[in-house]
């Protein structure tokens, strides 16, 4: 009689393996040397290991690692209401928020009492700048200004360890390539989160005013119609170090507008509930930005030609208006 039975595959074997041994150990010595990607993975071998790979303590380490902003009280107070906690907000938040599509026919969601604002600015991939604030989005004030959202208080100055230099184009796009940046938005209100920044710049440019140096992170969302721009504004002198002068984040629409606080803030809450999250190489970003930029430029062209039309029409109708009159009157 010949045997039947098939021998154990290797995912059974693995599984067995990882069954015989205790869970601390498996917690301790295997999983908090994971990443991420690797530790999602794991959660999908068996249910013990997703029972293992989802505990709360590991993806906090995992979350306060990649964006130390997280560790502020205030963060990790809403965290702990949101379902799955920091787990969550890994997944919500990494990578960037991009191009998404609206849902027309929904009513927009009415807007959160706050978002909280989560910020943190890397050098060389090490952290140099981390804050976390409240916006009150209720605020007839911020409901009808233009969004404007800024993360260091007035005056404030956050001194840095980069070193200006005198070769002014290498200096630019060594601080384009090894400056980036990381704002999340999180809706307390909806559990939801969002990284509207690119991380990786898209421009350096000197201001061409007061000679400060800008670098900017964009993310394109709501059918690549907005873009969301995040500004960090640079001082300093020649063989000193940096300073970090000003940091926010606005939304512009293909006219160049920038949007109002209400407007924004429901394209962010729509962007957190249905948004593609996207990471894209440094190539692509660049060509997203400047393909924006450029199309921002025409409206703008376009609407002037518009104008002088317009006001060239106006002087017409009035001149001939007034030789009518003169006309009718015997002149």
Same mark, same amino acid.
């Given at each position: 009689?010949?045997?039947?039975?098939?021998?154990?595959?290797?995912?059974?074997?693995?599984?067995?393996?990882?069954?015989?041994?205790?869970?601390?150990? +498996?917690?301790?010595?295997?999983?908090?040397?994971?990443?991420?990607?690797? $530790?999602?993975?794991?959660? @999908? *071998? &068996?249910?013990? /290991?997703?029972?293992?790979?989802?505990?709360?303590?590991?993806?906090?380490?995992?979350?306060?690692?990649?964006?130390?902003?997280?560790?502020?009280?205030?963060?990790?107070?809403?965290?702990?209401?949101?379902?799955?906690?920091?787990?969550?907000?890994?997944?919500?938040?990494?990578?960037?928020?991009?191009?998404?599509?609206?849902?027309?026919?929904?009513?927009?969601?009415?807007?959160?009492?706050?978002?909280?604002?989560?910020?943190?600015?890397?050098?060389?991939?090490?952290?140099?700048?981390?804050?976390?604030?409240?916006?009150?989005?209720?605020?007839?004030?911020?409901?009808?200004?233009?969004?404007?959202?800024?993360?260091?208080?007035?005056?404030?100055?956050?001194?840095?360890? +980069?070193?200006?230099?005198?070769?002014?184009?290498?200096?630019?796009?060594? $601080?384009?390539?090894?400056? @980036? *940046? &990381?704002?999340? /938005?999180?809706?307390?209100?909806?559990?939801?989160?969002?990284?509207?920044?690119?991380?990786?710049?898209?421009?350096?440019?000197?201001?061409?005013?007061?000679?400060?140096?800008?670098?900017?992170?964009?993310?394109?969302?709501?059918?690549?119609?907005?873009?969301?721009?995040?500004?960090?504004?640079?001082?300093?002198?020649?063989?000193?170090?940096?300073?970090?002068?000003?940091?926010?984040?606005?939304?512009?629409?293909?006219?160049?507008?920038?949007?109002?606080?209400?407007?924004?803030?429901?394209?962010?809450?729509?962007?957190?509930?249905?948004?593609?999250?996207?990471?894209?190489?440094?190539?692509?970003?660049?060509?997203?930005?400047?393909?924006?930029?450029?199309?921002?430029?025409?409206?703008?062209?376009?609407?002037?030609?518009?104008?002088?039309?317009?006001?060239?029409?106006?002087?017409?109708?009035?001149?001939?208006?007034?030789?009518?009159?003169?006309?009718?009157?015997?002149?």
């Amino acid at each position: 009689m010949s045997d039947t039975t098939s021998p154990p595959s290797e995912k059974t074997q693995n599984t067995s393996i990882l069954a015989a041994l205790h869970s601390d150990i +498996i917690h301790v010595h295997i999983l908090t040397r994971l990443d991420a990607a690797t $530790l999602a993975s794991a959660a @999908s *071998v &068996s249910s013990l /290991m997703h029972r293992l790979c989802t505990q709360e303590d590991l993806w906090r380490q995992i979350c306060t690692a990649t964006w130390p902003s997280l560790r502020d009280p205030i963060a990790r107070r809403v965290i702990s209401t949101i379902p799955g906690g920091h787990r969550s907000i890994y997944s919500d938040a990494f990578p960037s928020l991009h191009h998404f599509s609206l849902h027309p026919a929904r009513p927009p969601p009415p807007p959160p009492e706050e978002l909280i604002s989560a910020v943190d600015i890397y050098y060389q991939g090490r952290p140099v700048f981390s804050r976390v604030k409240r916006i009150e989005t209720q605020k007839d004030w911020f409901l009808s200004s233009p969004l404007w959202v800024d993360a260091l208080e007035p005056n404030e100055m956050i001194p840095t360890t +980069i070193k200006f230099t005198r070769k002014e184009e290498k200096w630019l796009k060594q $601080l384009e390539e090894s400056l @980036s *940046v &990381s704002w999340i /938005m999180v809706d307390p209100t909806g559990k939801r989160a969002a990284n509207v920044s690119s991380r990786r710049a898209v421009l350096a440019r000197r201001h061409w005013l007061t000679r400060e140096v800008e670098v900017l992170y964009a993310a394109e969302m709501a059918r690549e119609r907005v873009q969301c721009v995040v500004k960090v504004t640079c001082g300093g002198k020649v063989g000193g170090e940096v300073h970090v002068r000003e940091v926010n984040l606005v939304m512009k629409d293909r006219e160049g507008r920038q949007l109002s606080g209400k407007e924004g803030v429901a394209i962010l809450q729509r962007g957190m509930e249905c948004g593609v999250r996207k990471r894209l190489d440094d190539v692509r970003e660049k060509e997203r930005f400047q393909k924006f930029t450029c199309l921002m430029k025409e409206s703008r062209e376009r609407k002037f030609r518009m104008e002088k039309a317009r006001d060239f029409l106006s002087t017409l109708f009035a001149f001939l208006a007034c030789l009518f009159f003169c006309f009718l009157a015997g002149f």
